[in-house]
């Protein structure tokens, strides 16, 4: 997404919101002591109700979460998040010449998150959960929107090994069924 790049000193730390789904006020508290560089793990408080949960992130996002506190002791606030992302996400509409970028909020991340996750798991108990969510009602409001067209093209796989099924979901495909010669059938979007 051109927007996080554009911001090259916030990129880390937006690129933890659309990979998290954390709220930028949450992600404003966590310090480097709540990032577990080893096992890839970032850990967040709740905010506004929400539950404390733990996040496995990318090689990518560690990474780069890691040379964002070598230089930094502290991620910004939420409204200076805020500011900074409006200047990123206006400097790429106006490079692109395409004036509906401006609509993108920061929050809208978190958004973002929400429905890729349902989108590819199809459960709206983990989208609860990893949102922190206490309630189905508050979750069901960044979902009740997606449809996605049924007519989609997907990447097919079977395999008859627990490990290599393990594998798979961990990746991403999702489990489809089993056939009757013990085939157990996946798939994910293109």
């Known amino acids: 997404m051109k927007i996080i790049t554009e911001s090259r000193s916030n990129a880390p730390v937006y690129k933890t919101l659309m ?6 006020y949450e992600l404003s508290k966590v310090s480097k002591e709540d990032i577990n560089f080893e096992t890839r793990t970032l850990t967040a408080k709740g ?4 539950l404390g949960r733990t996040f496995k992130l990318t090689e990518e996002t560690t990474a780069m979460l ?13 409204k200076a998040l805020g500011h900074s992302w409006i200047r990123a996400k206006n400097r790429v509409a106006e490079r692109l010449q ?3 970028i401006k609509t993108i909020r920061l929050y809208d991340l978190r958004h973002y998150y929400a429905t890729m996750l349902y989108a590819k798991t199809d459960k709206i108990m983990l989208v609860k959960q990893q949102l922190g969510h206490r309630k189905i009602e508050t979750t069901m409001i960044y979902t009740q929107l997606i449809n996605f067209n049924e007519d989609e093209e997907y990447n097919c796989t079977a395999t008859k090994e627990a490990t290599e099924a393990k594998k798979l979901v961990e990746h991403g495909w999702q489990y489809v069924n089993s056939t009757p010669d013990g085939f157990m059938l996946y798939r994910k979007r293109k």
Request: no cysteine; aromatic share 12%.
């Open 66 to 78: 890691g040379n964002y506190f070598a230089k930094h002791t502290k991620i910004p606030t939420s």
């Open 47 to 50: 905010f506004k109700g929400h």
């Open 98 to 100: 395409e004036p509906s």
């Open 19 to 24: 990979e998290t789904g954390l709220m930028p």
